[in-house]
């Protein structure tokens, strides 16, 4: 018999493959400017590099959503890194903006399909009444691949050869072992009997409906103000910073991911309500920090919206994730959590598109304001949501809460 991982090297490869679907997203983010000077792109063009991507995400969560509830959460891994190191080779060897959009459309496939198996993966390993602890380790790993994507890759763009291609043979190169080890993780009984596959939404019981909503919400509130440093940041830092250097720009924008992965980790003792409701406070702060980093070229004010909306993208992010892992059960989770992602990405790539073409026709300021205001309308929305919703405790039957992956194969 195949030798396997066991729980803790399986939790924890999960996690890493949760770090990556940050990583590859925010990877060409200290690139961008590259390609713009190199091939003459608007604001227009790399925004819609950025939206490409949120829109094969979305694409791929109607389509697939339920498939790791159908094969499992180790195949559905299997083939979203599987994708994701081919989009990033396609990046390492890219010499025109078209292979630019197949490499970002394969990112997307990748990241598609494994966001929401990885994310139920970490919470099934890490075993019964651990949800709190699994949606915060979850929000550090995603923290690290965006932390890691900034800083490595503006290290290696500002002093390393061949800076428009290096960075993404550095993540091919650590990819490839991740799907090795992905390969060893135990093999669980499909939830759904086999049989023919049909292209559907991702799953959500009606009994969790509810709870799907409020998570949902707070997670594309987090995820939009995701969107838009990962999509405008890099060129926001650069006016505000002054500086031609990648690594500094760079470690400036790293500050959000930096306050996502020390709250998250901090964040484990609070209930999910309590963790959205500061989440939003906290992003509706940071938004009008941002504001007036840009009304005044303000590099303080700047570092402190970073701070904010990473403390408010953690709490968001944890408290969504915690209130879907205690209330669904494991064998439905990969389904509620993909339509989770669904919601996400998609308020990602409509912003994305929008902020782009904005920014290119009335400017950059323009832009970062209206930005501003949807992430604070989403922050209300999601209190108001919160406000709304039965504060009662739902709990998934305790034989179905997230339970130690067992291995299948005999």
Partial sequence: MQHRLGNKAGFWTSAAVVAHTLWTSAAPSMTYPLYAAQWHLTTTVTAALFAIYSIVVVTVLIAFGTLSDRIGHRAAMLAGLGASIAGVLLFALAADVPTLFVGRILMGVGVGLSAGPSTAAVAAFAGAGQAKRAGSITAAAQASGMAAALIVGGGLVQYAPWPAHLTFWVLAGLLVPLFVACWFLPVRKPSWPVGRWKFRLPRVDPAYRGTFITAALAVSAAYAQAGVVMSLGAQVAHDLVNSPNALVNGAALSLLAIAMGAVSLSARGLGARTAMAGGAVASAIGAAFLTGAVAWQSLTLFLAASASVGAGYSLLFVGGLGLINMSVPEGQRGGALSAVYLAAYLSIGVLSVALGR?????????????????????????????????????????????????????
């Fill in 358 to 410: 904005i920014a290119t026709l009335f400017g950059l300021n323009t832009a970062i304001d209206i930005s501003a205001a949807a992430m604070a309308l989403l922050s209300g929305l999601t209190i108001l949501r919160l406000l709304a919703a039965p504060s009662k405790r739902t709990e998934a039957p305790r034989d179905e809460v997230a339970t130690p992956f067992k291995d299948e194969t005999g």
